[in-house]
């Protein structure tokens, strides 16, 4: 079946270092992607999207890529920051047709930042 | 401006018990989702309602019943809870659903059923 994955479970990064988190998916006809960072305790908290008709969005100190050739989605934080340190998730747009409209979510990477 | 608001923040219950986990947005969405979050298992859309006087089942429904009480509240009941629905429960809501938006979630509902 269709679904969505990571690379890497755990990403242990210094300091002020720029970090990447990857997503695979394989649901071609996904349209629509999501990163989210969730904090110990807490919801996830929206980061950055991105729609299939681009390959690259940026934030402030974020940066998404996509590549559809290889069903790859990745994340790229500048700076790195200790309250950075949460898990990750990508998460695919999974439904079909007008007005369907679910997200399908990776199991996450912990990022933990080394001060 | 709260954004999505659930309660209770934590809840134990006993096989067999039954409860109702409250959820409302402020946000003047359309469309509300109730997801679980189990360890090693990333979130799993559980039901939602596209817009107001509709629901409709998602990837994991069994066990569960929902309420589209208005525009803001979106309810999700445990009828006879079992030690499976041990987890943590996600509300979310999200403009519209028929253009992609990112969803907007609360801080979650962590049940524990013993």
């Known amino acids: 079946g269709e679904s969505v994955g990571l690379h890497l479970p755990t990403l242990s990064v210094q300091e002020g270092d720029n970090s990447i988190i990857n997503c695979a998916y394989s649901n071609s006809a996904s349209d629509y992607f999501i990163w989210y960072k969730q904090e110990s305790g807490k919801g996830p908290q929206f980061i950055i999207d991105?729609?299939?008709?681009?390959d690259k969005r940026q934030g402030q100190r974020v940066t998404v890529l996509l590549n559809k050739t290889v069903k790859h989605l990745s994340l790229q934080i500048a700076a790195t920051q200790p309250g950075d340190s949460a898990v990750y998730f990508c998460a695919e747009n999974s439904g079909s047709g007008a007005g369907s409209y679910q997200l399908t979510f990776g199991k996450g990477t912990k990022l933990s930042v080394i001060p | 401006n709260a954004g999505v608001t659930q309660t209770p923040k934590f809840q134990v219950l006993k096989t067999g018990q039954s409860m109702t986990l409250q959820c409302a947005q402020d946000m003047n969405h359309n469309s509300m989702y109730w997801y679980r979050q189990d360890p090693g298992m990333g979130l799993r859309l559980i039901y939602y309602s596209a817009s107001e006087g509709t629901t409709d089942k998602g990837e994991v429904p069994n066990g569960y019943n929902v309420s589209r009480l208005n525009k803001r509240e979106f309810s999700l009941r445990l009828e006879s809870a079992a030690p499976s629905q041990t987890s943590v429960y996600f509300c979310?809501?999200?403009?519209?659903?028929?253009?992609?938006?990112?969803?907007?979630f609360g801080n979650g509902t962590r049940l524990t059923v013993t």
């Open positions: 979310a809501s999200t403009g519209s659903s028929s253009y992609n938006s990112p969803l907007h």
């Open positions: 991105i729609r299939s008709n681009m």
